[in-house]
């Protein structure tokens, strides 16, 4: 773990760079991937249930139910797959190690308000989606650190919706392609997964995979952007931040 830190992961950058934020995440996650990615298929484990009962019942009236039901257990438990990430991600940039239980004890006494973080920050980027694209994006790059937020500050959803604006501003284009990059690479690797399965069971299931794999990745790349940010505007090191984990 040690040549992790002296590659430069803790090193608070002179400016926030995509290319940094980059080569940072690929590090965090190539040291402990399968771990990573077990903190993420947890939370997410009610949606395997959810995508079995879907592919069984298609083309039936409670499929659009189910449909319903899994969109929203889907930013629930992303935003808890995401929490849980923090923890681990901060822990190796500081060159030190981590458990699942200790990642999910402090996902979980911030769940409430996390899941409510998650959920405004859907509702807001949806409408803006409906109003011609272009506002949904946007504020979709100005909260993309609001779950970070409110679990490193300890702070309300509000003031965690509030502080992600205040954050991002100045470096939302270079968000934007780090948040463009996590979607274009999640969907098409569920669409060609789901392909391979021939949209059966099988499809479905590699579908979920890849659902769980770029979550994996969205969680540890939103860790380190806020991490990076609040470097670059603040000029707050790697340890002060990590404080609240002590």
Known sequence: MTDIVAGGLS?????????TVMNKTFAILG???WKFTLLTLLPMAPLLILTLVSASSSGTSGAAVTSAGTGFLTIALQSLAQATSLYGAFQIMRGQSFTIRESFQIALARAVPVIGVSILCALATILGMVLFIVPGIILGCMLYVAIPACVIEKSGVMASLKRSVALTKGYRWQIFG????VMVVGTVAGLVLVK???ENIVGQLLGFAAQ???T????????VIYHDLRAAKEGI???TLANVFD
């Open 237 to 239: 090191d790697l340890d």
């Open 178 to 181: 780090l948040f463009l990059l």
């Open 212 to 214: 769980v794999i770029s």
């Open 216 to 223: 994996t990745f969205g969680a540890v790349l939103s860790a």
């Open 196 to 198: 391979v399965g021939e």
């Open 31 to 33: 040291h402990q991937f």
């Open 11 to 19: 090193a608070a950058p002179a400016q926030f760079r995509v290319g």
